[in-house]
């Protein structure tokens, strides 16, 4: 019987691939969407930032004023003494969690819920935000920071701000142990060789010389072994002009 594929292995979850847990500081989520949000507010304090080898985003630390302690993302301009606020009746600060209904159109905000109560799952990269374009009955229209156009309820919450971190990656790396240890610190398996440098018990395009010589397109159902390549791929081969088109389908 042969070894298993390197994606097969990666796949079933073992502890060489898993990230490391119990190195993260938090599940970031915002707290739990209760009577005391829906109806009023919470303001809290910014008692320290954390830097969380879970995520990219920079965390703050927010005591609030019934005495519970949690996480945010930090936004950028935040400082340690601030002061945020969550619920319906918040301000418009600085970090301060709103649902989208009480957010002006235009305004710039991040760590969005894509429904309510989930505590936050879109725009949580460094640097990125989104827009509200406008409002309509119980829904809003969101611009992503991939220009996309996304439409969700308003009762959903957001952050106001700019996710702290932006221009992390302006910095070039220099040498490679720094690589090594950002790559380290999530457990993640680095550097990767190409697959047409491996060998074929390594890889589906391993055992050539450096030419994988079949198509490279995989379905999107394919099993782990052979899902590598171009997986469920929109088109192939080599993009048409716009002018070629249009005489095709002339034809």
């Not at 235009?106 to 990125?128: C, H, L, Q, T």
């Amino acid at each position: 019987m042969g070894k298993r594929l390197k994606q097969q292995r990666r796949g079933s979850a073992s502890p060489r691939y898993i990230a490391p847990t119990s190195r993260f500081k938090t599940d970031l989520n915002y707290r739990s969407y209760d009577d005391l949000e829906k109806t009023g507010v919470l303001r809290g304090k910014v008692l320290k930032l954390v830097d969380d080898p879970a995520r990219d985003t920079i965390l703050i630390s927010v005591r609030y004023d019934n005495g519970e302690v949690g996480y945010v993302l930090a936004p950028e301009g935040i400082a340690i003494g601030d002061y945020i606020e969550v619920g319906a009746q918040a301000r418009l600060l600085l970090g301060s969690v709103l649902p989208l209904y009480r957010i002006p159109d235009g305004a710039y905000i991040f760590n969005i819920e894509r429904n309510a109560g989930d505590g936050g799952k879109m725009v949580r990269a460094p640097g990125s935000y989104a827009n509200i374009i406008s409002k309509e009955n119980d829904v809003v229209y969101l611009r992503l920071p991939s220009k996309t156009t996304i439409i969700i309820s308003n009762e959903c919450r957001a952050q106001i701000g700019v996710a702290a971190g932006g221009g992390r990656l302006d910095k070039p790396m220099l040498k490679a142990g720094n690589s090594f240890h950002k790559f380290t610190a999530r457990h993640r398996r680095w550097p990767m060789n190409r697959g047409v440098h491996q060998s074929a018990y390594n890889h589906p395009h391993g055992g050539k010389q450096h030419h994988v010589g079949k198509p490279t397109t995989i379905a999107r159902g394919s099993p782990p072994g052979s899902k590598v390549g171009h997986i469920a791929a929109r088109s192939t081969g080599r993009r048409k002009s716009k002018k070629a088109m249009d005489a095709a389908q002339g034809e």
